[in-house]
């Protein structure tokens, strides 16, 4: 053997690890549906606080515009104010100033300014 070189022997003795003390238990994996119920409170709690008010905005949005009738003075998604002559399905016609009518979707109405007046005839 040549002096340069380690006996085979002394390096596979200074590869080998020290004992280990005995294994601790591995912690305890939640099982499934102990993950899925935070994840289910979570979106209940967004449901009532997020999508149910603005439903009911939206429904009371519609009854608003649905029991809307000539007379009534309203400002619209433009930002224009005008009265309506005449209501019809799916529109109004708004008087925005004395003798310009104007054709506008139901939908764009977003507020009542005034109650409703009976128009005179």
Do not use: D
């Amino acid at each position: 053997m040549n002096e340069t070189q380690a006996p085979a022997a002394a390096t596979t003795a200074t590869t080998t690890q020290p004992a280990e003390a005995p294994a601790t238990a591995a912690p305890q994996q939640q099982s499934g549906f102990g993950m899925l119920v935070p994840m289910l409170l979570i979106l209940a709690i967004f449901y009532f606080m997020m999508i149910r008010p603005q439903q009911r905005r939206e429904k009371e949005r519609r009854k608003m515009i649905e029991n809307l009738r000539a007379g009534a003075k309203v400002v619209f998604a433009g930002g224009f104010i005008g009265t309506i002559v005449e209501a019809t399905e799916k529109t109004f016609r708004i008087e925005t100033a004395p003798g310009n009518v104007v054709e506008v979707l139901r939908s764009a109405v977003s507020n009542i300014v005034e109650a409703e007046k009976p128009v005179a005839k």
